[in-house]
């Protein structure tokens, strides 16, 4: 274990947060209207863990196979549980594009380590990390509607319109950057299939 690990399990531990606080929040006595500054920061912490983490490790010269896994793994659980989160609630995503994020990681995380088994390392892709970056990045987006909405000038219907249409648009990249990774090491993942 290392500095960089401690980043990277920070976010795994705050992941939880997010769903407690989304349907909790009056329990905590936060109000409505104050739930989406406290769920921005938490989402502002993780993404800078996220940076601190990579940049740490390769920094202090850390980079580890360890680090290699935690920290996809913390991405995903990081966005994958807020937008399960999402699904419930004022912003009442479909689950379906839930199950396009779960299922590609799932995938991708399969491949990998099946490669891995045989010796084959397949190196991660810029699509994939686009991905990730458009996930946050939508994240923040329903966070920040959140606000106006809260205090009434935004109605229920906007929110939820401008919510589905962006996270519709990531989840079709979502299947994109997959078939991306598929294409890209082919020559590998047959190579280990075929052993």
Do not use: W
Request: aromatic share 12%; proline share 4%.
């Amino acid at each position: 274990m290392n500095l960089p690990h401690y980043f990277t399990l920070l976010r795994i531990f705050i992941s939880p947060l997010f769903p407690i606080l989304y349907f909790g929040h009056n329990s905590f006595g936060i109000s409505l209207s104050s739930l989406p500054y406290v769920l921005l920061s938490l989402l502002i912490i993780c993404e800078c863990s996220d940076l601190f983490d990579g940049f740490l490790a390769r920094k202090r010269n850390q980079v580890t196979d360890l680090g290699k896994v935690l920290d996809p793994m913390a991405d995903s659980i990081t966005h994958i549980t807020l937008f399960i989160t999402f699904t419930q609630g004022i912003v009442n995503l479909p689950l379906l594009f839930v199950f396009v994020f779960l299922y590609r990681d799932f995938f991708i995380s399969t491949l990998r380590t099946l490669c891995a088994l045989r010796g084959i390392a397949l190196a991660a892709r810029f699509s994939g990390k686009v991905k990730a970056v458009m996930q946050a990045s939508v994240a923040f987006l329903i966070l920040i509607l959140m606000i106006p909405y809260t205090l009434g000038f935004l109605s229920l219907d906007a929110f939820q319109q401008i919510s589905l249409i962006s996270v519709a648009i990531v989840a079709l990249y979502t299947i994109v950057s997959m078939a991306d990774y598929v294409v890209a090491n082919r020559v590998h993942i047959k190579q280990a299939l075929s052993h």
